[in-house]
């Protein structure tokens, strides 16, 4: 059964803290992603990325930055929380291939709350 | 740029088929999709459908896609009380490694 897992469900962080999501795909998938999801606004895009060590800014990169030295595992770094940045983060992952229909597989998510 | 709309909220009596719909822009979507979410978990892939087909049926589900309207929509027949859920409308504008352009998702809520 596929997998993406992130590290925590909840976590409750104070403003300034700095913040580590971890998330790990067990599908050797090429991509992975980072969203978070607010009422009302969807699913945004953070950050990206296609190998390791790459990187790219989606739609709302900024009071974030993202780490890929293993394929498997992505991480999203918040430098100093802020009470804006309480959400539900969410991981995904996918293999690129032409004439694929490039499903992206999600993680549960994690309930992030900043103090 | 791109974008995707769909209405935030629909209600159906159980039983009874639903109905989610679903707008975008760019013309050059190869694929469309749609995610459910339940509560309290990630987005699952539902079903999809390649820009060169008008209609996709799985099941209770049935895809149609207008491309001269760009619309999309979701037909879920005899809709069950767990069919209660957020879905997601997405497309993709070309295969490989390009981000998906999801919506802001339709809360589904099914009264029994």
């Known amino acids: 059964d596929v997998k993406v897992t992130q590290s925590s469900r909840y976590l409750v962080k104070r403003t300034g803290e700095k913040v580590f999501l971890e998330c790990v795909q067990d599908?050797?998938?090429?991509?992975m992603f980072w969203y978070r999801q607010d009422p009302g606004l969807g699913l945004r895009l953070i950050y990206f990325?296609?190998?390791?060590?790459?990187?790219e800014k989606g739609d709302i990169p900024e009071g974030y930055s993202v780490s890929r030295e293993k394929k498997e595992r992505f991480s999203l770094i918040l430098e100093s929380a802020s009470t804006n940045q309480t959400s539900m983060y969410l991981c995904?992952?996918?293999?690129?291939?032409?004439?694929?229909?490039?499903?992206?597989?999600f993680g549960p998510g994690t309930r992030l709350t900043v103090l | 740029g791109e974008d995707v709309e769909q209405s935030l909220f629909l209600s159906v009596r159980e039983g009874d088929s639903s109905v989610i719909n679903c707008t975008y822009t760019?013309?050059?979507?190869?694929?469309l999709y749609w995610y459910k979410q339940e509560p309290g978990a990630g987005l699952q892939l539902l079903t999809y459908?390649?820009?060169?087909?008008d209609m996709k049926q799985d099941q209770r589900l049935t895809v149609l896609l207008n491309k001269k309207d760009k619309h999309l929509s979701l037909r879920i027949a005899d809709t069950q009380t767990g069919d209660s859920a957020i879905y997601f409308c997405?497309?993709?504008?070309?295969?490989?490694?390009?981000?998906?352009?999801f919506g802001k998702g339709t809360r589904l809520s099914v009264i029994a």
């Open positions: 459908i390649f820009s060169n087909m």
């Open positions: 997405a497309e993709i504008l070309k295969s490989g490694n390009t981000p998906l352009v």
């Open positions: 990325s296609y190998d390791v060590k790459m990187k």
């Open positions: 599908m050797d998938h090429e991509n």
């Open positions: 995904a992952s996918s293999q690129p291939g032409t004439g694929s229909y490039n499903e992206q597989f």
């Open positions: 760019d013309s050059s979507s190869t694929y």
